[in-house]
């Protein structure tokens, strides 16, 4: 029990100093780490990746489906942060990081379009589907702290994004970091839903 507690203060710590350190290193870190393809992006992936495998271990380990939601939420995400694949064909580099081919110009552009709306509208209608609202309410499922941190994040990556106060560069930085750090604390938060809610079974 211990050993837990003391991974959980070192998951929360880890998360806090992170949220601190996000604008000072938006100042610090060259700007190359925001590009496309960048350090900062690969590792969205990587942590999108991981959360999309892990809500599915626990769907196959339990039959929940809205794991299996979760899983497809952060597979989403995922796709996301790849560009649907154009970052895997690059047109070469430029001074803002590497080219991407247009959507437009990828072979059956429409169908990846359509294919993409799909899976959108499947991943909206499995949270509304299979969320158990009635166990969430009941057991009082809802990690504030966690919220509160996201909801930071994502005022941080909007404004980084809007590049009204920081500028282009500095802005792409302060929108990745903030992206990272959403992408880490959606991972607990799921994590979080199952633990309690396996204890409330």
């Not at 029990?1 to 998951?11: I, T």
């Not at 430029?94 to 991943?123: R, S, T």
Request: hydrophobic content about 50%; some cysteine.
């Amino acid at each position: 029990m211990d050993g837990l507690f003391w991974k959980k203060q070192a998951v929360n710590s880890f998360e806090i100093l992170l949220l601190i350190f996000i604008l000072p290193l938006s100042f610090i870190l060259p700007d190359s780490f925001a590009w496309e393809n960048g350090p900062l992006e690969s590792t969205q992936v990587i942590v999108l990746a991981a959360a999309a495998l892990i809500n599915f271990y626990f769907f196959y380990k339990r039959r929940h489906n809205f794991q299996l939601t979760i899983s497809g939420f952060f597979l989403l995400l995922t796709g996301r942060e790849l560009n649907w694949g154009r970052c895997f064909f690059p047109l070469g580099i430029g001074p803002d990081g590497p080219i991407l081919v247009p959507m437009n110009q990828i072979p059956h552009h429409a169908i990846i379009n359509i294919i993409i709306g799909i899976f959108i509208m499947v991943v909206l209608a499995g949270f509304i589907f299979t969320t158990p609202w009635y166990k969430i309410f009941s057991y009082h499922l809802f990690p504030v702290k966690l919220l509160v941190y996201s909801c930071i994040c994502t005022l941080f990556s909007i404004t980084g994004d809007s590049g009204h106060f920081f500028g282009k560069y500095k802005g792409e930085l302060l929108e990745e970091l903030g992206e990272l750090l959403l992408y880490l604390l959606l991972l607990h938060i799921s994590l979080y839903y199952y633990i309690q809610s396996s204890n409330n079974n």
